[in-house]
Structure formats: structure tokens, C-alpha cells
């Protein structure tokens, strides 16, 4: 009885480990880039993805690696749809939540400026913990943009966000010391980075709007009515492909509350049926339109990988919290080409042949 209970006790705890054995992935391709950071108890996803592609761009331009502030542009964003929802009278949207667009218009009017000068962490406080200020903040405008009244005063509650915001985002230094050098944002971005705004270009891929041209995605934090290249989903694939081969990265934008959706492990992918299943033009049509795929996150993608069985996937990397790869994430191509909305890039990454059939040709 006792070798019975021995022998049982064997075979069930091989099990147990070989059913718990981590999947693992061989990364195939991987750009140079800047190392993580983590947003913590912030809204800013949009800010810290698009910083991590900057810094990677100033990389591949040559430039010493170097950690930008994403809080720099949370501020001016801030503002911008504070302004919009009072000018609609509070039916523009109003949320901590942004995109690419915000921080690349920031860059263009205020420069960028190091994390070691500016974090965006205010005195006796240890993090980002944007909560009671993404409260504040929404009181303030809904105050203001939904109280019927006729004559607003755009200078008062103009002053009087920009001290929420200084009060807990710190004030930004107008100039600064670094590598012995007095900097302004402009200069800075200027020598240290280097990189252009109107190079890039966010891409999409949905038939309700015109493919190969330039078009507003009717998303909730395109506040700004910000347009999106059109590609058919081949093309659309090329482009991330062809990227990350040339040594590109791409900033994400997608949907990543799916259920089966890992993120302490690092891994997301679809389900067993679904990643059988061919990832269609009409089945992502189908998903945003019955908004099961939703821009609810933002991250980095830096390379190419595959699974054991040779399977293919992406290589992220992901700026909320820790995990199993250290806060880096595996996507299948079937998920990524499913719950993607789009994804940021150089124009000089996109093949010759679809920017001919593209309105950026003209």
C-alpha cells in the first residue's frame, strides 16, 4: 500500500509540473531600445508608450539612449481636452486616458525634457498616482462646460486646472542643466533626440472608412479628430512586419481586457478556436463595430518572436506593472492582427509599394 501511495504521489506531482511547464518564446528580431518604465497608479499608458518610441527613434537616429519624462505631456493634453469639452458644452470626451497624437503634438509645440529633471512626482510622494486628480480634473470641467451658463471665463478655469495640475504633477522647469549643459525643452529634444513629428504616421485598418487615405477613427479618445492611414489588412500586416525587420518599432494602440488575455504571465493571445481561425478585413470590421476590440491600452512593439511549435508572435514592451517577463509581453500575430486599432510608425518603414497606393504619396 505504502509503494502504491509512493508511486501515485510520483506520477501525479510529474504531472502537476509538466501541466504548469511556461511556455516559452525565442525572440527572432529585436529593435534597440530604451529600458521600461512603470506608470503605476496612472492613466498614462498613451504617454509612456509613445516616449519608449521616441526614445527608440532617437536610437535608431544615432543618439545615446536616454529616458524621457511621459509626464511632460500629460499636462498639455490635460488642457487640450479640458478646452474641447467646455467648447462642446461637455460632449467632447474628457478622460486620463489619450493617444499617440497627444504626446507628438506636444513634442512639436514644447519640446521634451529628460525624467531625471522633470518625473512628474511631486515632493513626499514616492509614485504615479494620478486617481484623485483625474477626479478633481473631471469635476472641474464638467463644472464648468455642463452649467448652462453663457458667459464662461476661460482665463479662471484655465488657471485654475493648470494649478491641479502643478499641485500634483509638479511645474515643469522652463530651463535646465544637463550634462553641464542650460537646456530648454526645444534645445533639448533638439540635440538629444533629434527626431521629426510630421515623419510618423498612426495606421488603421477598417472598411467602413476609405482604404489608402487619410480618415478620423471615431474612437473615444480621438478628442481631437485625429486622422489615421486606411490599409487593407495584408498591407496593413506588411507594415508591421517590414517595420520590425528594418529595425523600426511601433507604438500600439488596442484592446487588451480580453478574458483569456495573461498579462502577469506576459502572454496574450486568443483563444484555442480563434487562433485556428484566420484573422479577417471583415472579422475585425465585425469586433470594432460590435466593440468587443476597443482602444483601452497602449504599448511599444520591439520585435519579432515565436513560440516552440514555431508559432508567431510579437515582442512588447508594457508599461503596467511587473510580470513574469519582467513587464514585457508576448502577443500572437492571430491576436495582434485582431485587437490592434493601430499602431504608430516612420513613413520610411512602410513598403514602397503601399505608400505608391497611399494618399502620402500625392
Known sequence: MKLYYLIFLFVFLNFKCFSQVKEEFKVLKLVKTSALKDQQSSGTCWSFATTSFIETEAIRLGKDEISLSPIFYVAPAYMGKAEKFIETK????FDAGDLTFSVLDGYKKFGAVPEEVYNGIIEKDWQHDHNEMDNLLREMVESV??????????????????????AYLGTVPITFVYKGKLHSPFSFAREFIGINPSDYVEITSYSHIDFYKMS?????????????????????????????????????????????FDFDKGLLKLTASE?????????????????????????????????TKGHPYYFLKNSEGNNENGGYIYI???????????????????????????????
Open 90 to 93: 461637455g460632449k467632447s470626451w
Open 145 to 166: 462646460g455642463t452649467s448652462g451658463y453663457d458667459r464662461i471665463k476661460p482665463y479662471s478655469w484655465r488657471k485654475s486646472i493648470k494649478a491641479v495640475l502643478d
Open 216 to 260: 478620423v477613427l471615431d474612437i473615444p479618445a480621438n478628442w481631437n479628430s485625429n486622422k489615421y492611414l486606411n490599409l487593407p489588412i495584408e498591407d496593413f500586416e506588411n507594415v508591421i512586419d517590414t517595420a520590425l525587420a528594418s529595425g523600426y518599432s511601433l507604438a500600439w494602440d488596442g484592446d487588451a481586457s480580453e478574458p483569456n
Open 275 to 307: 487562433e485556428k481561425n484566420p484573422i479577417t478585413q471583415e472579422l475585425r470590421q465585425t469586433t470594432f463595430e460590435n466593440k468587443t476590440t476597443t482602444d483601452d491600452h497602449n504599448m511599444h512593439i520591439i520585435g519579432i518572436a515565436q513560440d
Open 332 to 362: 500572437s500575430k492571430k491576436a495582434l492582427l485582431l485587437k490592434t486599432i493601430s499602431v504608430l510608425v516612420h513613413k520610411d518603414a512602410i513598403p514602397k509599394d503601399i505608400l505608391k497606393k497611399s494618399i502620402l504619396n500625392e
